[in-house]
């Protein structure tokens, strides 16, 4: 049962537009002609009285920092490739026990405006908003915790698929920024100014190199590595059947978080979709990776053998020596010891077909069965 601050979250919360400035969200708003639901009406009243002071701290942060984080390079960042819940953000938290490197949090994606002047203050106000507990799958979560970088460039930008969440009556021309193949050179070029100035002030922040993890990189690698030559990648790949009645399941509580209109019609056909358009994108552009730079993993590899799989990884990737941080490792494995996944019921035989048929390919490079 939700407590109270969930009920908050999920009601009337920013979500996504905890950080938007002012005239982005003026932007959105204006573009889906202010069509805001009266239960989430709060929530819009909220995220625009936030917006005017997220503005004015993008213009102290700006005058403060901007000059030297757009003189920072960012140097060799490990990207997370992979479908939602393949276990990209199981890989991610391990990859964050190595003090070598570091990765964006929640309150950093939440105000990628304006971080680097408020988060030792305000995290520790907003932290007494956040539950324990994750609503939907009970894991732990607080503002200090690594997460997607996609919520950062979706409120910087407006260029992310994540905005379907919000505006779901709009989803068909939200979900183009999934793989940016479709869209103007000019958005994408946003895209990519917003994505390179968030890992830059990461990058100037911290002075190491950075882990970011986000599935919608998966179908980005060319614009990726247009953006940072020298990156690493790892792919992490799980049973497509479980992927589809995992991610719908999250899908369902998820996404209240951010909603700002209501939305009855079924998602599967889009999941099967979006699933389908992201791997064509990542099959046609993993060769652009080079040597040396790319290995993958399977979820259930990881589950059963995480040191295993872990030293692979660093060892593919030329990452620093994984003995130092296996200890760490070992703990951190230890804790989760009692944690429970959730069970999902079994899909019908017609939409198994349907999901074998549409991915094919995944089912056949990983060699999992249909």
Known sequence: ??????????????????????????????????????????????????????????????ACYGARVRNTE????????????????HLQNLLSLDRRFASPNLFQVCFPHSFLCTESVASRLLGLLVPKRRLGDDMDQHLGMPFEDEFAISAATLRSPYLSMSFPRRSEHYDRYMTLCNVPQREIDEWKAGLKFFVQKLAWKYGRPLVLKSPTHT??????????????????????????????????????????????????????????????????????IPAGRYCEAAYEDLQKDPIGQLRDIYGKLDLPPFEQVEATVQRYIASLAGFKKNEYSEMSAALKSRIATAWRRSFDEWGYST
Not at 74 to 89: D, E, K, M, Q, Y
Request: aromatic fraction near 14%.
């Open 1 to 62: 049962m939700a407590s109270l601050r969930e009920m908050f979250l999920l009601r009337a919360a920013p979500g996504q537009f905890a950080g938007i400035a002012a005239g982005d969200w003026f932007t959105l708003l204006r573009e889906n002609r202010f069509s805001i639901d009266p239960p989430y009406w709060l929530r819009a009243t909220l995220v625009t009285l936030a917006s005017l002071g997220n503005s004015a701290l993008r213009h102290c942060e700006n």
């Open 74 to 89: 960012v140097h060799a960042p490990v990207f997370i490739l992979g479908h939602w819940r393949s276990g990209t953000t």
């Open 219 to 288: 179908c980005r690698i060319r614009l990726l590595l247009e953006l940072f030559p020298d990156a690493r990648f790892v792919h992490l790949h799980r049973n497509p059947y479980a992927v589809f009645l995992s991610t719908r399941g999250r899908r369902i509580i998820g996404s209240e978080y951010f909603r700002l209109q209501r939305w009855s019609e079924s998602e599967d056909e889009m999941l099967i979709q979006r699933y389908a358009e992201m791997y064509d994108r990542f099959f046609a552009e993993r060769q652009l």
